[in-house]
């Protein structure tokens, strides 16, 4: 396998050390991990070796598990799975390919999703966290890491130079306010216990299923 060939993203690797350390702490007792919008699949080699006692399993559109797959096949590890099938726009909660019995209903007791809010529209932002509401059990967590706007502002001039740049080219697309994405956990039994500010001011939010 040719590294320099796989597919790159530089946030992933500028931000992979500070996610997997709040994910050690947070995930602590967890079981399975669904990654909803895997991407280019740099996070999942990275994270699944620091979490040896999780099932990472990957999702996203099928046109990105070539990607995936690459990284994957590039660094194996028994707890990372590749990717399951997964479009917002039409789909339910994929069942965890690790489960033992495929009729267990919620296979996975934590969600994890990295730079996604803020590229999806505020539709499909809603049915993440219905499915994400829906499919945890309780003290289940959903993990989202991205940009957010607070109490209606930018959290810096770059973040605001991103958002314009995300609506020239999406007018759907956008940063997102935190308490736009707190009142809709809300809706669906998930309550915020946890923020943290990570690198090119990022947030990390951890909901809790309750």
């Not at 039409?90 to 919620?106: G, L, R, T, W």
């Not at 995300?166 to 940063?175: A, E, F, K, V």
Request: contains cysteine; aromatic residues 10%; charged residues 15%.
């Amino acid at each position: 396998m040719d590294i320099d060939a796989l597919p790159f993203s530089q946030a992933c690797e500028n931000n992979k050390q500070p996610i997997l350390e709040v994910l050690q702490n947070e995930l602590q007792g967890f079981k399975h991990v669904l990654e909803i919008g895997s991407g280019t699949g740099q996070h999942s080699v990275y994270f699944a070796p620091g979490l040896p006692e999780i099932q990472w399993q990957t999702s996203d559109v099928t046109s990105n598990h070539r990607h995936i797959a690459a990284w994957y096949h590039a660094y194996p590890a028994p707890n990372l799975s590749l990717p399951l099938a997964f479009d917002l726009a039409y789909d339910s909660v994929p069942i965890n390919s690790q489960s033992v019995n495929s009729n267990i209903a919620k296979p996975y007791d934590a969600i994890f999703t990295a730079n996604t809010l803020h590229i999806i529209s505020w539709a499909l932002v809603e049915k993440l966290f219905a499915l994400a509401g829906d499919a945890l059990p309780v003290d289940g967590k959903l993990i989202v890491y991205g940009p957010f706007n607070e109490h209606g502002n930018y959290t810096s001039a770059g973040n605001q130079r991103f958002d314009a740049m995300l609506r020239q080219g999406n007018s759907d697309s956008g940063i997102r306010h935190k308490e736009d994405i707190v009142n809709l956990a809300n809706m669906h039994h998930l309550t915020l216990s946890r923020t943290y500010a990570m690198p090119a001011n990022n947030q990390l939010l951890v909901f809790q299923k309750y």
